[in-house]
């Protein structure tokens, strides 16, 4: 069924999404490689790997307590893009798998259920004592005590740093391959394996692939379709389109 005119695509197929930081911009909070994101800050090697943490546990906390406290500010909220997704999900008849690499929870505060963290989240810790992940939405210390097995000094927030696994790998290869159509949205195409789940979807699944970025990602040539402009624009006229066709 030929369904936005460019897509070749049946009612019934699998859509896999993939998010990032673009699409949470126009909530207010940051990206990372914009000329205003947070790369431009604070450098990845301070704050975003294993041996920061190790070397330097405070000043990591510090650096993910202030995002915390940003996301959780009353004027941070899910914008139209998130939104748009929440009501493909629940419109449309085949699966739609979202695998976001943001840390925020507006995709859920939106709607959208099936729904993969591949980075982590903000609002949970991880002990590295027991294993176990919590809701997590106050400061984070070195001396803060985790909730399921009472040590001190154990957390961390649970987010994928650098030269660490992704989550739900596992998942997300199946759904890739396996797909009619992928669709990638504000994120710059620099971090793997991510960045390569496009070519994934393209190879494995012959899967239609768009982009829907501000402006051109450096994967761009990757993609067989893309439509640019801001997510809050781009993203509901994009839906709109797909779900004319089982309305
Ligand atoms: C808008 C907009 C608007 C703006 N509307 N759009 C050499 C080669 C290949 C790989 C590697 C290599 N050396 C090392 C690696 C691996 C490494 C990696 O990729 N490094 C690269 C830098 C080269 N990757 C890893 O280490 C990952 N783990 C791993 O690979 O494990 C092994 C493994 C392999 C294979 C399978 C399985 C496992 C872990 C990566 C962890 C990334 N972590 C971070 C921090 C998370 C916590 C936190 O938030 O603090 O994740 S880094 C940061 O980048 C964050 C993001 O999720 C991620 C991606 O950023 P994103 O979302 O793309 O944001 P931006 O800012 O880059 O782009 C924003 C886009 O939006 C832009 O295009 C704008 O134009 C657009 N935009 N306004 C629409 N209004």
Redesign the pocket.
């Known amino acids: 069924m030929n369904i936005v005119g460019e897509i070749q695509l049946s009612v019934d197929s699998r859509i896999v999404i993939l998010?990032?930081?673009?699409?949470s911009?126009?909530s207010g909070l940051?990206?990372?490689?914009?000329p205003d994101?947070?790369?431009a800050r604070v450098r990845?090697e301070d704050?975003?790997t294993p041996e920061a943490f190790a070397r330097d546990p405070e000043r990591v906390h510090a650096?993910?307590n202030a995002?915390r406290k940003g996301l959780l500010d009353a004027a941070v909220t899910p914008n139209a893009?998130h939104l748009a997704l929440a009501l493909l999900e629940a419109e449309w008849p085949g699966e739609v798998l979202l695998v976001?690499?943001?840390?925020d929870d507006l995709h859920e505060r939106a709607g959208s259920a099936n729904l993969i963290h591949?980075?982590?989240e903000?609002l949970k810790a991880r002990c590295l004592a027991c294993g176990s992940a919590s809701a997590w939405r106050q400061e984070m210390t070195g001396e803060s005590r985790c909730p399921s097995c009472g040590e001190t000094g154990s957390l961390r927030?649970d987010?994928?740093?650098?030269?660490?696994?992704?989550y739900e790998?596992a998942r997300i290869e199946r759904a890739l391959g396996d797909c009619g159509l992928f669709v990638s949205?504000?994120?710059?195409?620099?971090?793997?394996?991510?960045?390569?789940f496009v070519a994934e979807a393209h190879h494995r699944a012959g899967a239609h692939c768009m982009e829907?970025?501000?402006?051109?990602?450096?994967g761009a040539s990757l993609f067989d379709a893309a439509r640019y402009?801001?997510?809050?624009?781009?993203?509901p006229g994009f839906v709109e389109d797909l779900l004319k066709a089982v309305r």
């Open positions: 998010t990032g930081a673009g699409i911009r126009e940051a990206t990372f490689r914009d994101g947070i790369w990845i704050v975003a650096f993910y995002r893009a976001t690499q943001n840390i591949m980075h982590g903000l927030v987010v994928v740093w650098f030269g660490e696994m992704p790998m949205i504000g994120t710059s195409g620099n971090v793997y394996p991510a960045a390569g829907l970025n501000l402006e051109p990602s450096d402009g801001p997510a809050t624009e781009v993203v």
